[in-house]
């Protein structure tokens, strides 16, 4: 049974950076790509970055290019969100899911984390 397990949500000021870690356990998932989407309350959920396990390579939504960088160790089966000049508005739980295919939709992804909140404060 595949288990994703987000880690390293938390409290930080505006301004400040956090580091989001997704473990993959179960099996490997070489093959598939990682996505990184976030939820705030009341809100619909939202595509962030997607990356490949094979080679690193993804894309970024474009309003997050900059801000937040994805990467992944396969040796750990593990991926990363570093975020950073983090803002009030980045608040929400942010998810890390597996797909067969990368997309910026969530639809696809068939593996979903429990997700980790956020919270910057102003």
């Known amino acids: 049974q595949v288990q994703l397990v987000e880690s390293g949500g938390g409290l930080v000021q505006a301004g400040g950076s956090l580091r989001l870690s997704c473990t993959v356990s179960g099996r490997t998932l070489s093959s598939y790509a990682m996505g990184w989407f976030r939820q705030a309350p009341g809100k619909e959920r939202e595509f962030i970055a997607a990356i490949r396990w094979s080679d690193g390579g993804g894309y970024y939504k474009d309003s997050m290019k900059g801000r937040f960088i994805a990467s992944r160790d396969n040796a750990k089966n593990t991926v990363y969100l570093q975020m950073n000049s983090l803002k009030p508005e980045d608040t929400a739980v942010y998810y890390c899911?597996?797909?067969?295919?990368?997309?910026?939709?969530?639809?696809?992804?068939?593996?979903w984390g429990q997700g980790t909140q956020v919270t910057v404060s102003s």
């Open positions: 899911a597996a797909s067969r295919t990368m997309s910026d939709y969530a639809s696809p992804y068939e593996y």
